[in-house]
Nanobody, 116 residues
């Protein structure tokens, strides 16, 4: 089993930046196929950024050109650099595999709040 610990969230003003981290413990064979998700109040959890199985990256249209996903295999950690944050980015952010059938239990997530 793999456990995820997300961190780095906080309160930020519109236009600001945050860097999230997701540390995986346990037998995570590869960071490929990992992604960042977010869940805003009253909404379903959505995938916003992913490291594809071919090593490429993919982003939801709402975060493209503002968010960057990366990973450090030696640390079993993925990151999400978030720039030009806006109110719609307010959510709890989680990490997990991008293929539902191989997902692990969800971590507690990290809260990102964009507010003036």
């Amino acid at each position: 089993q793999v456990h995820f610990v997300e961190s780095g969230g906080g309160l930020v003003q519109p236009g600001g930046s945050l860097r999230l981290s997701c540390a995986a413990s346990g037998r995570l064979a590869s960071l490929k196929g990992m992604g960042w998700y977010r869940q805003a109040p009253g909404k379903e959890r959505q995938l916003v950024a992913s490291i594809l199985y071919d090593g490429g990256t993919n982003y939801a249209d709402s975060v493209k050109d503002r968010f960057t996903i990366s990973g450090d295999s030696a640390k079993s950690t993925i990151y999400l650099q978030m720039n030009s944050l806006n109110f719609e980015d307010t959510a709890v952010y989680y990490c997990n595999k991008i293929v539902r059938q191989v997902q692990f239990n969800w971590g507690q997530g990290t809260q990102v709040t964009v507010s003036a």
